[in-house]
């Protein structure tokens, strides 16, 4: 399966903005879509993911009740809206397909190119 991110930008200290991930291909193998992101300088951090059939949620704490992951089947894409964003949220985003909900990325094994998210104080 192929994962391609889009919706990244410049935002100010409390906005929104709102990420795309379309998966194309065998999407039937994978049933969950995570998202994670790497500021620069850190390591890749887990934010959230979805369970496709389920549509199971779960949070890294951080950004639990800022964020919100979900899914449209029909068109094969997962959203992470994201509000009050803050300055400690600047990062690239990736998204990625695994068979099932974690916090690992190591247990994902499709992941997209990325796109940067920068929110400005």
């Known amino acids: 399966v192929q994962v391609v991110e889009s919706g990244g930008g410049l935002v100010q200290d409390g906005g929104s903005l709102r990420l795309s991930c379309e998966a194309s291909g065998r999407t039937f193998r994978y049933d969950a879509m995570g998202w994670f992101r790497q500021a620069p300088g850190k390591e890749r951090e887990f934010v959230a993911a979805?369970?496709?059939?389920?549509?199971?949620?779960n949070y890294a704490g951080s950004v639990k009740g800022r964020f919100t992951i979900f899914r449209d089947n029909a068109k094969d894409t997962v959203y992470l809206q994201m509000d009050s964003l803050k300055p400690e949220d600047t990062a690239v985003y990736y998204c990625?397909?695994?068979?099932?909900?974690?916090?690992?990325?190591?247990?994902?094994?499709?992941w997209g190119q990325g796109t940067q998210v920068t929110v400005s104080s």
């Open positions: 979805i369970s496709v059939s389920k549509g199971n949620v």
């Open positions: 990625a397909a695994g068979p099932y909900v974690s916090v690992y990325g190591t247990l994902y094994d499709s």
